[in-house]
């Protein structure tokens, strides 16, 4: 699919823009000639600088919300190895539960949630049930009033880490549902008709040149709306964001179980 959208997005301009010049030097042949472009170059290369400054800062946007939300994952993944070791200094009946709590919130994550972001950009239930579970232990009968009165730091520690790791959790979520906002595609696509279009009007005697030069900016824009449309979704297409921070996480918890 996505290697298909890549083909038309970029291909599809360069076949306007190859077509647009024969047409428009059969339809302009006697009535423009290069002296024209004395008046169409400096024209072009406003609205150039404009389009330009434009689709960069697109460009610019969609990459730092991809790098945001890639890192926000790796936050929220390494949350739970603080949270893991500091349920290891709590009484078994606690701690063993914690941390069985933690590694299925882990699984759930991997095997459940991730698949979800990919395909709907849903978050998964399950997951979110584990760490509402965590939560629950406060107040269940898991950490008892006695537990947090012997062992204050660990509990502590064990609700901030919670916190964190619910805090990672909501904004990885939000960051799989964030998308470019339509006016902007509106904008952006337009602008690239504009100036593919003007790149057809400016006239050469040779046409070979003047469809090579065009073919290629054509093709440049098409691949920059590409790269901005796979990054504005970052846990989907080609370059999705995996689960990685997550498997690493788990087998930081495998060290930390044999006491490392």
Not at 79 to 97: F, H, I, Q, T, W
Not at 128 to 137: E, M, P, S, T
Not at 230 to 241: D, M, N, T, V, Y
Request: glycine share 6%; hydrophobic share 45%; proline share 5%.
């Amino acid at each position: 699919m996505y290697a298909l959208l890549a083909i038309l997005m970029i291909l599809g301009p360069v076949l306007y823009t190859i077509a647009g010049i024969l047409i428009s030097r059969k339809i302009l042949h006697s009535r423009i000639r290069e002296g024209h472009n004395d008046v169409c170059v400096p024209i072009f290369l406003n609205a150039g600088v404009l389009f330009a400054v434009l689709l960069g800062f697109m460009v610019v946007a969609v990459w730092e919300s991809y790098d945001n939300a890639k890192t926000i994952a790796a936050t929220e993944a390494t949350s739970l190895v603080p949270l893991y070791r500091a349920a290891g200094n709590l009484p078994p009946e606690a701690g063993d539960k914690i941390r069985a709590l933690v590694r299925e919130y882990i699984h759930q994550v991997i095997e459940d949630e991730w698949p979800q972001q990919a395909t709907t950009g849903q978050a998964s239930s399950q997951a979110r049930k584990q760490i509402g579970d965590l939560y629950r232990a406060f107040g269940d009968g898991t950490i008892t009033t006695q537990m947090k009165k012997d062992f204050p730091l660990s509990c502590n520690v064990v609700m901030q880490s919670i916190t964190e790791v619910s805090t990672d959790r909501n904004k990885r979520n939000l960051a799989a549902n964030e998308d470019i906002p339509s006016v902007m595609w509106f904008t952006i696509l337009g602008g690239s008709l504009v100036i593919v279009t003007m790149g057809v009007v400016i006239y050469m005697e040779r046409p070979f040149p003047h469809i090579l030069m065009a073919s290629l900016m054509s093709a440049l824009i098409g691949l920059l709306l590409y790269s901005c449309l796979i990054l504005s979704r970052p846990f989907q297409g080609p370059i999705a964001i995996t689960p990685e921070s997550f498997e690493k996480t788990l087998v930081i918890l495998d060290d930390v179980d044999r006491g490392n």
